[in-house]
């Protein structure tokens, strides 16, 4: 696996001068919240560093890349490309950068979108990624605290406030995350029938 130096020396080339700020920003926080809940810091930096590394690609590049490595895109995820940055900086970080780590990769791959059952590096990217320092929107202050107290209120927190900035804008929700959605719900729950 490529060392963080030759990660951030790829990132600079590749992306913009404030995605490379955000991406900083998420691998911070990343950290933090792996001290929080016991991930491993080095896994949680790696994976916060590098989850944007195909954001700034076209639409088409993001497309052929999945492509070129054999992944069969869904329909409704060609039509919105952008969405699909993560998987395309997985597989760039894996045949690249040569990341083998599958929890990595798969955070990078969801960090958009989440997805049921998210693994707990998985979910400090998602929420990384949406609550580090540079973020402003309303209500951020209040998931950042939220963030370091309870991670899955915060990660349905944030699947909420995302469905209901996409539906404002009218367009097309992903499955991927109302799935997510109704995972936390469902085993909330149950939990809370369980006690």
Known sequence: MWSHSEMKEYLKKKLKKSRYE????????AVKLAKMYGEQEEKSYTAGLIHDCAKNMTDEEIIK???????KIDSLSLKMP???HG????IIAGNIMQVKDKDILNSITYHTTGRENMSLLEKII???DYIEPSRDFKGVEELRELSFKDLDKALLCAYNNSIKFVIEKHEI??????KARNYLII???DTFSSN
């Open 187 to 189: 085993l909330s729950s």
């Open 173 to 178: 929700l992903h499955l991927d995350t109302i």
């Open 22 to 29: 955000h991406s900083l920003g998420v691998c911070e926080t």
């Open 87 to 90: 998987l395309a900086g997985s």
């Open 82 to 84: 952008q969405l699909l």
């Open 65 to 71: 890349t999945i492509e070129d490595a054999g992944v």
């Open 126 to 128: 998602y929420l990384a």
